[in-house]
C-alpha cells in the first residue's frame, strides 16, 4: 500500500506525520508542488518485459500525460531481481540529485521510495504498482528501487536526452530509510 511518512530534515527517527490514504498523499504532496496519483494497472506486464510491450499496454495513459504535460520522451525502467546490473542501477538513484526538468514515474509492477528534500523537510514516498508521482525539476531526492528489485516503472521526460542527474554532494539519503531484502 502507498504510503508519505514526513520527517524534518535533521530528524530521521521520528516521522511528523505518516499516511496510507491516497487522497490524504496526493493533498500533501500536491502542497509542495508534488504530483501523485494512482491509475489503473494491468496484471499481464512483469519485470523483464521489454520497453516496446510496457508502452503498447499504456499506450492511452503515455498519449495522454504527453499530451497534458507536453513530454518529449517516454522510456521503462524495468528490472528483475536476478539482473546482474541491479546493485550498479540502485547505487545509481541512491544519492541525493536533482533534474533540471520533472522527475515521472508511473509504478507499473513493484515498488520504490522516492525521497523528497523539500525545504526542511523529507518527504518519503513508498510508491507501488498503479502509482504515479511527478518529482517537479530542480527537487532535491534520491530513490530506493531494493537490493531485490522487481520493478517496471514508465517514465517520462521533458528532456528528449532522458535522465541526468545533477548530484549535490549532500549525504542526508544514507540517514534515512531504505528498502530492506
Known amino acids: 500500500m502507498s504510503q508519505l511518512t514526513i520527517f524534518s530534515d535533521d530528524n530521521a527517527k521520528q516521522a511528523l506525520s505518516s499516511s496510507r490514504d491516497p487522497q490524504q498523499i496526493s493533498e500533501q504532496l500536491k502542497a509542495v508542488g508534488v504530483r501523485f496519483e494512482q491509475w489503473q494497472t494491468r496484471d499481464d506486464i512483469v519485470a523483464g518485459d521489454t520497453q516496446e510491450a510496457v508502452l503498447r499496454a499504456y499506450d492511452s495513459d503515455v498519449k495522454r500525460l504527453i499530451a497534458e504535460q507536453g513530454y ?3 522510456d521503462v525502467i524495468s528490472i528483475a531481481s536476478d539482473n546482474p546490473q541491479k546493485d550498479a542501477l540502485r547505487l545509481k538513484f541512491l544519492d541525493e540529485h536533482t533534474h533540471s526538468e520533472d522527475e515521472v514515474r508511473f509504478f507499473v509492477q513493484g515498488q520504490g521510495l522516492f525521497a523528497l528534500h523539500i525545504g526542511d ?3 518519503e514516498v513508498w510508491c507501488e504498482k498503479g ?3 511527478s518529482v517537479p525539476a530542480n527537487t532535491t531526492h534520491w530513490f530506493d ?3 531485490q528489485p ?3 516503472a514508465i517514465r517520462f521526460f521533458n528532456n528528449p536526452d532522458g535522465w541526468i542527474a545533477n548530484y549535490t554532494g549532500n549525504d542526508i539519503a544514507s540517514r534515512y530509510s531504505r528498502l530492506d531484502a
Open 72 to 74: 518529449q520522451s517516454v
Open 121 to 123: 523537510k523529507v518527504f
Open 131 to 133: 502509482d504515479l508521482l
Open 145 to 147: 528501487l531494493g537490493p
Open 150 to 152: 522487481n520493478l517496471v
